[in-house]
């Protein structure tokens, strides 16, 4: 099954008296990478959560295709993927039998399934470890049997849920990469929420921005920018650091020396935007 | 279908990587009771018109099984509250019911491994038995009840501290008053018609006159048994399908 949208109406999770995602509504085209973007609590995983069958959500519709998710939940499983915030992965069994109950579980019948569990293992490059233990694997390579398991059915659709977090600079470098290349290599649709506002602007085409169940903020990381300018200066106070957007290089310039204080210019971040209207909101 | 043998062959995996340990338990506890209660009551202590010994096996039988099979629940609470891999069920393209019945056959798997222990013990303590098919039914019956009902709780709990409640509360009360260790009927007037409502009751007297006589004394019994087995089978389902 291909598919070529995904619509969210009005979507709305309640636990009893906090509502965790708050009438949310968006849509999404094949082969878009889409980052949710938001501050602890905001919402992200219980969205993905109704987006992915794991929470039935208190009020809204989620629409796959224009087929509404809660009336074809079996078939639309088929080509979701998730990785969960948390490894759930078996730690008392090897990696090829973690991925091979997966493989099971998504029907993939017994001729194939050597053949899709040694493509995961390649693309997730942890070859190597496939007769190890779960538990004796890394926290990056744990990350990676997760994503491993994730694409081993070839989903068109793929939720990350901070794949990132907890990892050195080089798995994270090393997981952008396979994002890009799941994306490009088959048009696979993305979801992916971070704490990282830069992996955000560097993988997105699209970003959301959830604050308290709400999204406050969405568009390209280009677009989002915009809004505030191009260029940050950052004004080194004796006790703090203040910000100030400027739309060119000059005026940010001509700003600071008027300042008796040290100063700095430089790109305006996704970050920049980001602090900008969610703090506004935590005051 | 592949969704219950996926569940299924994920709770094998699982169960080899602590086979030994498992095995243990389920040899260790019987021989205890058979301690405490057998040699200590005595093998020429007469109950029932047979030896304590021989009365008492069946009920270690009923026992042990139905806490190989009830102890699914345990698992699946840590499955899914601390390693959260009930989430790959749960998300998985298979219906919610299969994941009951994958997960039942692994608690009728371990039962009949630890029944099969009892079976030597008795063997070993030259106790006369026989293993018919009525047997194999009825403990077929008994595991079922007490998987489902194990998974049931596991679904309804919210934490590790309510599972723990449970077996403290309903489980332990109703090993020890169905009928495992001494005959009903040695029981005070009330507490007779009280333990009717354990599903214990019913399963140990079928089990015990199939292992010692080979013989179906009660219908009534095996009706309400199969009716039992039946109702938790659909709450099971209801449950399984609500769960988030
Ligand atoms: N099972 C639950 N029961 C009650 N409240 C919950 C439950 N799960 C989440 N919440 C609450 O819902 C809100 C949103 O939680 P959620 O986990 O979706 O946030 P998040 O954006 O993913 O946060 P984080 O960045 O920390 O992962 C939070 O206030 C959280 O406390
Ligand atoms: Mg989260």
């Known amino acids: 099954m291909e598919i070529n949208n995904i619509e969210v109406k009005d979507l709305t999770k309640k636990y009893n008296d906090l509502v965790a995602v708050d009438d949310i509504s968006f849509s999404v085209r094949k082969g878009d990478i889409i980052a949710i973007l938001g501050p602890n609590g905001a919402g992200k995983t219980t969205l993905i959560k109704m987006l992915t069958g794991l929470l039935s959500p208190t009020k809204g519709i989620i629409f796959y295709n224009n087929v509404n998710f809660s009336k074809s939940q079996k078939k639309v499983k088929k080509v979701i993927g998730l990785v969960p915030q948390e490894n759930n992965i078996d730690r008392d069994i090897s990696v090829h039998n973690n991925l091979l109950i997966h493989a099971i579980l998504y029907g993939i019948n017994y001729k194939e399934r050597n053949k899709a569990i040694m493509e995961a293992l390649s693309f997730a490059e942890i070859d190597d470890y496939k007769s190890k233990l779960a538990n004796e694997l890394s926290g990056g390579l744990k990350r990676r049997l997760v994503i491993a398991r994730a694409m081993l059915h070839k989903p068109k659709i793929l939720f990350l849920d901070e794949p990132t977090v907890n990892l050195d600079p080089h798995s994270r470098r090393h997981i952008w990469n396979f994002i890009r290349k799941i994306n490009n290599e088959s048009q696979t649709t993305i979801f992916i929420t971070t704490h990282y506002i830069e992996e955000a602007d560097l993988l997105a085409k699209n970003v959301l921005i959830m604050d308290r169940g709400k999204i406050i903020a969405s568009g390209s990381p280009e677009k989002l920018k915009s809004r505030l300018g191009s260029f940050t200066l950052e004004i080194f106070k004796s006790d703090s650091i203040e910000y100030q957007f400027f739309h060119n290089r000059e005026e940010a310039i001509q700003f600071g020396e008027k300042l008796n204080c040290s100063f700095k210019i430089r790109e305006l971040s996704l970050e920049d935007l980001y602090i900008k209207i969610t703090g506004k909101r935590i005051e | ?244």
């Open chain 2, 1 to 244: 279908m592949h969704g219950i043998w996926g569940i299924y062959f994920r709770e094998l995996l699982i169960f080899k990587s602590k086979f030994f340990k498992n095995l243990l338990a389920s040899v260790i506890s019987p021989l205890l009771f058979l301690f405490a209660f057998g040699f200590g009551i005595g093998k020429d202590t007469q109950i029932d018109g047979t030896n304590y010994i021989a009365f008492l096996l069946p009920g270690l039988l009923t026992m042990t099984s139905l806490n190989q099979a009830y102890g699914i629940s345990s698992e699946i609470n840590i499955s899914r509250f601390y390693f959260k891999i009930f989430d790959e069920y749960l998300i998985a393209p298979i219906g919610r019911w299969q994941i009951l019945l994958g997960e039942s056959l692994y608690g009728v798997t371990k039962g009949f491994i630890s029944a099969a222990i009892i079976i030597i013990l008795a063997y070993i303590l030259d106790v006369k038995f026989s293993i018919s098919f009525l047997f194999v039914v009825i403990l077929l019956l008994h595991l079922l009840i007490f998987s489902m009902l194990g998974f049931s709780a596991a679904l309804i709990v919210r934490n590790h501290g309510d599972q723990f409640a449970i077996n403290s509360f309903i489980i332990t009360p109703m090993v020890f008053l169905s009928g495992t260790f001494y005959p009903i009927d040695m029981m005070p007037a009330i507490i007779k018609y009280v333990v009717h409502i354990f599903p214990l009751t019913y399963t140990t007297k079928l089990i015990r006159d199939a292992f010692l006589y080979n013989r179906l004394t009660s219908i009534t019994y095996l009706l309400v048994s199969i009716f039992i087995l039946f109702s938790l089978f659909l709450f099971g389902i209801f449950i399984v399908r609500r769960i988030e």
